[in-house]
């Protein structure tokens, strides 16, 4: 069990540009983007040396949350640490410089979010095959297996429609409505059909 982060570090240099909130045992602290690298050099600073991970969620649409983990060895405490990056042009500085091991996890951000961080020494796709188009894990990517297949999924080889009821066409989450392909009952709504 981890004890509460003590931020006074972070307090004392940001004032009240950082705001610090608890929630569910959970310390958090949010600076606004151009004290990004700060915030995370103050963490250090105040004994949370240690980065466990950094990642993005998507907030439509006001845009992305760019949210680390950082953790004390000595205390035994965690710390959140976030910032928030506009939909259209997405850029923090990268944290390569405080904590190296932040590098797979820019990387990893950028890839799936399209969250640019500038000053990254190889800012390069880790995951996905070459030529890989869009961002996978922005609610708005449609994942096209999920329109090629028919939802609630493909029934399992040996099974037959004897003697079962037939499932009601559904769209699977994350398929927009207009994204049907004949335009029937997947395409409408309940109250529609």
Known sequence: MSGRADVSVIEERYGSRVRVSESFGETTADVEPGDWTGLLEAARDGGHVFLDW?????????????????????????????????????????????????????????????????????????????????????????????????WPGAKEPGESDHGSPSRRKTLPPGVPADWARDGGAEGRSETEA
């Not at 020494?121 to 030529?131: E, K, Q, S, W």
Request: aromatic letters at 10%; glycine letters at 8%; hydrophobic letters at 40%.
């Open 54 to 150: 950094l990642t993005g969620v998507d907030e439509p649409p006001e845009g992305f949350a760019v949210v680390a983990c950082v953790y004390d060895p000595d205390a035994r405490s965690r710390l959140l640490l976030r910032t928030r990056v506009p939909r259209e042009d997405p850029r923090l500085p990268t944290a390569t410089g405080v904590f190296r091991g932040a590098n797979w996890h820019e990387r990893e951000t950028f890839e799936m979010f399209g969250v640019v961080f500038e000053g990254h020494p190889n800012l390069v796709p880790l995951l996905l095959p070459d030529g890989f188009e869009g961002f996978p894990l922005r609610k708005d990517f449609v994942l096209a297996s999920r329109v090629a297949k028919a």
